[in-house]
């Protein structure tokens, strides 16, 4: 990862219908979605975005169905083209590109992996994987090599010349990621990508997912509407609801954190053991010594959960955090506790006493 902007979105606004500029005015001096519709028979899809994505991490865009999450990922490939605002790519304006531009940003330096898989039935695996390059000219002989060394590390060797029909959903969605990977741009999009598939595979794909980001640093955009998806996979989440952002930021913070109701209903049912880490509720020691009587040292990145089954739910107990060899911070199992209760409910549990 990088502190490098990556994809920066400013002020961006999206309207669907017949006079969207009159509509945006509207939208300017105050209407709301819902009066939007009811007045000017217009849809407010976004309102007002801005997020910076870094380069090499997962920014994911999560939130219901109508919330506008599709519509905004589509605005960055310019599937979509946006009423007002702006997006750029590497400092770059996207909204400036002509048609050759244009085009090479989809070839060169975006991949998309869609909900449905959507791969080509009438040709071979192989050939669904390598279908960028081949697109860009690239020789057979060269595409078909690039082709099967990816579709070997998703794990589909030997399947190279089988069809899509003869591939379960989630195989057939490694040929979609292969796809990805096989163009070898630095942006992935993925829209609901993982959405279509049982629970276990959906399991075994967001695993694969983060094992290719630890090799390969893309930076990857992906639209979600379940939030454990969401915090497994995201380095920066966005949670929009009615085309606004609700809350942005880096998902340990937006669980201990939540700045709206909306939010805190969304993070009520999480099972913030399995979720939260040992660095979102540690105290740094910011140069300290390390204090006497710990019971052991942790991990950085140890989840809440595995620290209850170490401490065996002795909360008298502490220990030294470490990170990379060096100790960074201390944890207290007191500490541990009252991250478990949501913050709403520890609020009023502290009024009621």
Do not use: C
Not at 57 to 68: A, H
């Amino acid at each position: 990862m990088s502190d490098k902007i990556k994809i920066s979105i400013r002020n961006l606004y999206k309207i669907f219908g017949a006079n969207p500029e009159d509509a945006l005015n509207r939208v300017y001096g105050g209407t709301t979605k819902s009066e939007l519709l009811e007045q000017n028979g217009h849809v407010l899809g976004l309102r007002d975005i801005n997020v910076d994505m870094r380069e090499g991490e997962i920014t994911v865009i999560m939130g219901l169905s109508g919330s506008g999450k599709s519509t905004l990922i589509r605005h960055l490939n310019r599937l979509i083209e946006p009423t007002a605002g702006e997006i750029d790519i590497d400092g770059e304006d996207v909204l400036a590109y002509g048609e050759e531009k244009l085009r090479q940003l989809r070839r060169e330096t975006m991949s998309m992996v869609f909900q449905k898989f959507a791969l080509l039935p009438h040709r071979t695996v192989v050939y669904n994987a390598g279908t960028t390059l081949q697109v860009r000219g690239v020789p057979k002989q060269e595409f078909v090599v690039e082709a099967q060394k990816w579709l070997q590390r998703v794990g589909l060797q030997g399947f190279g010349e089988h069809y899509p029909h003869q591939l379960s959903g989630g195989m057939q969605q490694r040929v979609g990621i292969a796809r990805a990977l096989t163009s070898n741009s630095p942006i992935m999009l993925m829209d609901e990508a993982f959405s279509a598939l049982d629970p276990l595979i959906r399991t075994d794909m967001q695993d694969l997912l983060l094992e290719l980001q630890t090799e390969l640093h893309k930076t990857i955009v992906f639209i979600t509407h379940d939030l454990d998806e969401a915090l497994k996979l995201a380095d920066h989440l966005v949670i929009l609801k009615d085309g606004y952002i609700v809350q942005q930021g880096e998902p340990q913070h937006i669980l201990l954190n939540p700045n709206d109701p909306y939010i805190e209903d969304f993070v009520s049912d999480i099972n913030r053991a399995r979720v939260l880490k040992v660095r979102s509720i540690m105290t740094p020691l910011d140069g300290n010594p390390v204090p006497p009587g710990a019971h052991g040292e942790v991990d950085y990145d140890n989840t809440l959960e595995s620290m209850i089954a170490l401490s065996g739910g002795d909360t008298s107990h502490s220990y030294i955090v470490m990170k990379d060899g060096a100790a960074v911070g201390t944890l207290d199992m007191t500490e541990l506790v009252r991250a478990l209760v949501p913050r709403v409910a520890s609020e009023a549990g502290a009024r009621k006493y």
